[in-house]
C-alpha cells in the first residue's frame, strides 16, 4: 500500500516562501514519477509540477521561475520549494505518484493548505 503524507503548507504573505514536502511509503517511489497539484476553491485540480524517476522536471507556466520540484531517493520525499508567492497561489496541494508504466496518478496524499494574503 502507498501513502503520500505531505506537510509544510501554512500562511505566508505575499512574495514569501513555503517548503512543501511529501513523505512517500511503499516501494514504487524510486520507478515513480512525483506531481504536486493543487486546487483553488471553485477551480478544477490543476498540476503545477513534476518529476520523473531520472529527475527531469516540467512546471505549469503560472509557476515557472518560482517553484522548484525536487526528489530525495534516500528519504523517499519529494518537495516543492515556493519562491515570490502570489494570492493566486493559494490552493490547497496535493502531492501524487504515477507509477512507471501507469498513465494517471494512481496516488494521492490528503493536501495541505497554502494561503497568501496580499
Known amino acids: 500500500q502507498v501513502q503520500l503524507v505531505e506537510s509544510g503548507g501554512g500562511l505566508v504573505q505575499t512574495g514569501g516562501s513555503l517548503r512543501l514536502s511529501c513523505v512517500a511509503s511503499g516501494s514504487i517511489f524510486s520507478s515513480a514519477s512525483m506531481g504536486w497539484y493543487r486546487q483553488a476553491p471553485g477551480k478544477q485540480r490543476e498540476l503545477v509540477a513534476s518529476?520523473?524517476?531520472?529527475?527531469?522536471?516540467n512546471y505549469a507556466e503560472s509557476v515557472k521561475g518560482r517553484f522548484t520540484i525536487s526528489r530525495d531517493y534516500a528519504k523517499n520525499t519529494v518537495y516543492l520549494q515556493m519562491n515570490s508567492l502570489k494570492p493566486e497561489d493559494t490552493a490547497v496541494y496535493y502531492c501524487?505518484?504515477?507509477?512507471?508504466?501507469?498513465?494517471?496518478?494512481?496516488?494521492w496524499g490528503q493536501g495541505t493548505q497554502v494561503t497568501v494574503s496580499s
Open positions: 501524487a505518484a504515477r507509477p512507471l508504466y501507469r498513465e494517471k496518478y494512481d496516488y
Open positions: 518529476i520523473a524517476s531520472g529527475g527531469s522536471t
